[in-house]
């Protein structure tokens, strides 16, 4: 995918994957933090289960903070996989309340997997911070972060 185009007519955030030996790649850019959280959170959803599949039913707050930058984004992501993994929760949206680079604050919506409604594209077994990287770059937010699939 290639980030190309009359950047008023972009999304304000994106997030593609990426191959990564016997791993996956989340990358992510945009306008704000929160919005850089939001796209990867929707990224890694996306990566489990069809996000076009799942209804917004139903909530799930998480907070998550650290004192490191990469270590907030692997925190954060981890959180969101417990989610899905634990709860059996269906991530259709992520919203970010509150973000600064020590904390953040997130509403996953979604709904209760149904395997007969929702296709499992992938196990995620965990995020890794290995290449973990986030980071203000020409005016954007850049992130990105390595799954163990």
């Known amino acids: ?10 999304m304000a955030k994106r997030c593609r994957t ?20 939001e ?23 998480l907070e998550v903070s650290s004192e490191d930058p990469e270590a907030l984004l692997v925190e954060y992501l981890s959180a969101i996989l417990n989610v899905i993994e634990a709860d059996r929760f269906a ?7 509150a973000a600064d680079q020590g904390s953040v604050k997130a509403c996953l919506s979604g709904e209760p997997l149904d395997p007969a409604r929702h ?13 973990t990287k986030i980071a203000r770059e020409g005016g954007q937010w850049i992130g990105r972060v390595i799954l163990d699939v």
């Not at 796209?39 to 039913?57: F, H, S, Y």
């Open 39 to 61: 796209a990867l959170g929707e990224g890694l959803a996306g990566v489990i289960c069809p996000r076009a599949q799942v209804a917004a039913r139903q909530t799930r707050d």
């Open 91 to 97: 991530v259709r949206t992520v919203s970010v309340v």
């Open 18 to 37: 990426f191959g990564h030996t016997a791993d996956m790649g989340l990358e992510a850019h945009a306008d704000t933090l929160g919005e850089l959280l």
């Open 1 to 10: 995918m290639e980030w190309k185009g009359n950047r008023n007519l972009l």
């Open 119 to 131: 296709e499992i594209l992938r196990e995620v077994k965990a995020v890794t911070y290995h290449q």
